[in-house]
Nanobody, 118 residues
Framework: QVQLVESGGGLVQPGGSLRLSCAAS????????MSWYRQAPGKERELVAT???????NYADSVQGRFAISGDNAKKSVYLQMNSLKPEDTAVYYC????????????WGQGTQVTVSS
């Protein structure tokens, strides 16, 4: 059974930084993509960033230049460095991992709250 656990969320002032971590237990065969999503109150869940097994990344326009995703396939871990945080970054952040075999929607973590406020 695969479980993803996020950590690193919390309360930070505008302009501050946080680093989120996500680690998976269990086997994910052919892990090829790891992503971070977020969901703010009253809004739909949105993709924040993705890193693929070859190292390519993509970001939502709203976080480009401020956030950086990194990952370690062997450790089944993914990270999100968030800098220059804004109040509109406030949300629950979820990690997702996708393997060649496994659910088509990927494996999800339970989420970690990030609150940006003075």
């Amino acid at each position: 059974q695969v479980q993803l656990v996020e950590s690193g969320g919390g309360l930070v002032q505008p302009g501050g930084s946080l680093r989120l971590s996500c680690a998976a237990s269990g086997s994910i065969f052919g892990l090829y993509a790891m992503s971070w999503y977020r969901q703010a109150p009253g809004k739909e869940r949105e993709l924040v960033a993705t890193i693929r097994s070859g190292g390519s990344t993509n970001y939502a326009d709203s976080v480009q230049g401020r956030f950086a995703i990194s990952g370690d396939n062997a450790k089944k871990s993914v990270y999100l460095q968030m800098n220059s945080l804004k109040p509109e970054d406030t949300a629950v952040y979820y990690c997702k991992m996708q393997g060649v075999l496994g659910p088509s929607g990927g494996y999800w973590g339970q989420g970690t709250q990030v609150t940006v406020s003075s």
